[in-house]
């Protein structure tokens, strides 16, 4: 039934209610108030750890995560895990290594990273390259995925619901990176309830449609219809393996795309630059933590929803334009929730909307204010001023994404795979100028220069080479396979490999020549003693390492 009831309302609205009244009501009561940039943009000092781990879980977690990858898990099983599971190792490397050179260097922002460490040509190119990924690619297909579940929940107009999901976010993010960083706890809280309440929903009815009961017999059960959707490594022959191309997972592109998203991000750095390192650290451990559970509330529910269509439920709901389409798993699922239970967990799903939503337009105002505003625009400009400005590119950013959201085709593709394919065309370059600006100190503006224009234009290349090179010399190593059109294709987690190694390359040599021309090169303060961590996060990291080891043992 595509329909809410009084009681599932009444549970929204409440939600509704206490986060978009703390946000309104902050915003209110600082108004007349001259907020500094740092306290409104970076929330200096008012984060704790658990608000950070919160928080970027919240901006993580979002309709690509509830609609897309369970999409995946219906579609190819608990493989796609991996990005999660693989997460949050990867997390406890940015704490370790990419936090305290920013803290240390005082980074607000990406570009200004690469300003301070290459020169302002590559900073502003850069700020100008993220604002359009971050409106066009991210909040495009999390207000549409968002949309089109909510749409599906509620019976509601999918441009209404999209809409509706701006201007929530909207107040929100008028409140400043406080705001969003303890409503995102009240999110998360959200999200993790109504998350993991429909997972039991999905893997009780498993079980009842064997004529058992409970989630431990439902995932039994699972496992027994549906054991090659339990493979954490894909072998050559499955289907979906251009998506997860076997060891690449563990070994290969998959590293590239989640250092670059968690080390080299704005609106995930972000949260932890108003901090100190050890608040900003325990922040990152725990959302680690949290990131070791998103399967149970992300995947399961799209491999209990195959289990079931593939006993004959769903067979028309999971059907959009005559064919079947994975990303509908979820909103199908809970649909099937009884009243009031269902309006938690349509709570939940919005709530992670919604957070997603306002740390990125949180992020694409920080970007834009200090990077493009100040620098370019208006260098003498007040506090106030930008505090203004900030709130106003939230608004205009919004609008746009919902108004060409419809236009993308993020629906045909996978919203999971959209967003990922779409970001590792520039993933391997950016990382890679990132990388050797933290690490290498003889690194010069040409060689990051390279990286950002040959990285994209190898990725270019590497994706449509298809059509004139034949690659099935890499077949036998697993780096290419037939595609529908009977030609070999690589996929796109290993060309963002073949890409960085590329990118790696042509920064080694370039730099070597120019440093035989004597060329300038900016460096940052950094020292092996910075990397050094407390008792608390060496305990809690390993503890992460041996939950991951004893996971990818189980399910290999």
Known sequence: MNELVVADYVIFICYFIVVAGYGLWIYLRKKSEVVSTKEYFLAEGKLTWWAIGASLIASNISAEQFIGMSGSGFKMGLAIASYEWMSALTLLIVAIFFIPVYLKNKIFTMPQFLTQRYNSNIGIIMAVFWLLLYIVVNLTSILFLGGLAISSISGFDLTLCMYFLAIFSILITLGGMKVIGYTDVIQVGFLVLGGLLTTYISLDLVAKQFGGSGVIQGFQLMTQYADGHFEMILHQDNPNYFDLPGLTVIFGGLWIANLNYWGCNQYITQRALGADLKTARRGILFAAFLKLMMPLIVVLPGIAAYVLYQQGYFQSEMIQDNTLNPDRAYPVLLNLLPSGLKG?????????????????ANSIATIFTFDIYQRLLNKEASEKRMVSVGKIVVVVAMLIAVIIAPYLGIDKKGGFQYIQEYTG???????????????????????????????FLLSIGLKFSVNWINWSFLEPIGFAKLNEANRFEIPFLDRMSIAFILCALGMVIISWWDRRRDVEVNGLEVSAKMFGVDRVFAVGGLLVCGILVALYMMFW
Request: glycine fraction near 10%; hydrophobic fraction near 65%; proline fraction near 2%.
């Open 344 to 360: 938690l967990s349509f709570a939940a799903l919005t709530a992670a909307v919604v957070a997603s939503l306002a740390g990125k």
């Open 425 to 455: 065309f520039v993933s391997p370059g950016v990382f890679a100028m990132f990388i050797f600006g933290f690490f290498w100190k003889r690194t010069t503006s040409n060689a990051a220069m390279f990286a950002i224009v040959g990285g």
